[in-house]
């Protein structure tokens, strides 16, 4: 089955600094990676996707990019600020109605 | 966008007990539902995906007589926490799929948090 790895587990950065959070995949037929934001005891909240025919996408701050090839996929956020603050999971899935496979997540601490 | 609604949000309940957790798609409707057990500081473990009409398929390593589930309408399924014990206490979140432009996309509902002394 799938296996998604994440990297790093921790990550700090100063507020306005750049925050880049990794992940690869193991299954080549997967053509689906969303990445979900989790504050504590809340739901993990899509901020952003990316479908395995777009190499990157980007949305304001954030932006995703794509290596079929390499199979791996990145999170950038731009500009962070202290409530860009939770945790990050990367998930990889074959499509539609298919099971997501979650990386073990990021802790992103931004600091004032 | 897509709501999800879960309902309770927290129970604490006895050992030995039944619990039961309902998983809603408030605005589309899902034929797919997945439900997720998450650790504290952990990732989302995938328990089971739920279809509506048709048994549910358990992931390895969990038990389904014990973990009921039940997809009885296009949106709404139910996971009932049988005999539960206090190794059973967790954050338990479902999501479901669909409800924009792009039917692979998932959404959560707000997460169960499942005590049992």
């Known amino acids: 089955g799938e296996n998604v790895e994440q990297h790093p587990s921790t990550l700090s950065v100063q507020e306005g600094d750049s925050a880049v959070i990794k992940c690869t995949y193991s299954?080549?037929?997967?053509?689906?990676f969303p990445w979900y934001k989790q504050e504590l005891g809340k739901r993990p909240q899509l901020i952003i996707d990316?479908?395995?025919?777009?190499g990157e996408k980007k949305d304001q701050r954030i932006a995703v990019t794509l290596n079929k090839t390499a199979k791996h996929f990145s999170l950038h956020i731009t500009e962070t600020q202290p409530e860009d603050s939770a945790v990050y999971f990367c998930a990889a899935s074959l499509g539609s109605n298919y099971k997501l496979t979650f990386g073990k997540g990021t802790l992103l601490t931004v600091n004032p | 966008g897509a709501v999800v609604s879960q309902h309770p949000s927290w129970v604490i309940c006895k050992s030995g007990t039944s619990v039961k957790i309902e998983c809603r798609s408030l605005d589309f409707q899902a034929t797919t539902m997945f439900w997720y057990r998450q650790f504290p500081k952990q990732s989302l473990m995938l328990m089971a995906t739920?279809?509506?009409?048709?048994?549910?398929?358990?992931e390895q390593g969990v038990e389904k007589d014990k973990f009921l589930i039940n997809h009885a309408s296009l949106t709404l399924s139910t996971l009932t926490v049988t005999s539960a014990h206090p190794e059973d206490s967790s954050f338990y979140i479902c999501?479901?799929?669909?409800?924009?432009?792009?039917?692979?996309?998932?959404?959560f509902g707000p997460g169960t948090r499942l005590t049992v002394l």
């Open positions: 299954d080549s037929a997967s053509n689906y």
């Open positions: 739920s279809n509506e009409g048709s048994k549910a398929t358990y």
């Open positions: 999501s479901a799929g669909g409800g924009g432009d792009w039917t692979d996309t998932q959404y």
């Open positions: 990316i479908r395995s025919n777009v």
